[in-house]
């Protein structure tokens, strides 16, 4: 496969991938509601500098490292689901508390903290590291030009953070906020929930060391 198609199918993979459901954009979309559209779009960033980690180390061969180190892929998912659960109980303890988008907003929201969350959160899944791995080292010729060093990772980051940043934007309007504000508590637990089963999910499955 000629470099620059390969490129492209890996581009268009790894949007598929951050368009599914998972802990990714249940934060970002948690964040964009319940706090702000700049905590949404922070996370978003978070998203996409976390990506351009990963095809970083992905570049330097990480599917291969961890396929041979078992260990260390097994290490890598149960910390990564520990790390979801804690993410998750925070989430469900702060879902009976009330929450206020006037003058007052300025006082609970921080984009700074919604930024490392979302980057803490991308970093945090393995299963993101082993499918970028996976899909370059399916995709991307044993030896790549040196343009595809330079390009992949600002192509990945705008990936990332612009699917991220859409999110952000649906979930920040008027009327999914007024929505969130009348079930805060009960989409604040559903969400708790589903992260809470990803992250279950890593650990049960950490000893599994296919995809």
């Known amino acids: 496969m000629h470099a620059s198609t390969a490129v492209m ?4 993979a790894l949007l598929l991938g951050a368009m599914s459901p998972g802990p990714s954009f249940v934060i970002v979309a948690r964040n964009a509601i319940g706090l702000s559209r700049s905590d949404g779009l922070a996370t978003a960033l978070g998203m996409g500098i976390g990506g351009v ?12 490292l961890l396929a041979t180190v078992e260990w260390l892929y097994v290490g890598l998912k149960v910390a990564g689901g520990l790390y979801l659960i804690y993410l998750a109980s925070k989430i469900w303890r702060g879902a009976a508390k009330p929450l206020a988008f006037d003058a007052s907003q300025a006082a609970v929201t921080n984009p700074r903290k919604s930024f490392w969350i979302g980057l803490s ?3 945090s899944n393995p299963k993101t590291a082993v499918y970028y791995g996976s899909i370059f080292a399916a995709l991307l010729p ?4 040196l343009w595809c060093y330079f390009a992949l990772p ?20 008027k009327r999914p906020r007024e929505i ?32």
């Open 53 to 64: 980690f990963f095809s970083g180390i992905a570049l330097l061969g990480l599917y291969t």
């Open 9 to 12: 199918t890996i581009l268009a």
């Open 121 to 123: 959160t991308q970093l």
């Open 154 to 173: 600002p192509a990945i980051f705008a990936i990332e953070a612009g699917w991220y940043t859409i999110v952000a934007l649906c979930f920040s309007s």
């Open 180 to 211: 969130y504000l009348q079930w805060k508590a009960w989409i604040d637990r559903v969400a708790a929930s589903a992260v809470t089963a990803l992250g279950l999910r890593l650990i049960l499955t950490a000893h599994k060391v296919g995809i």
């Open 142 to 145: 044993q030896h790549p030009p």
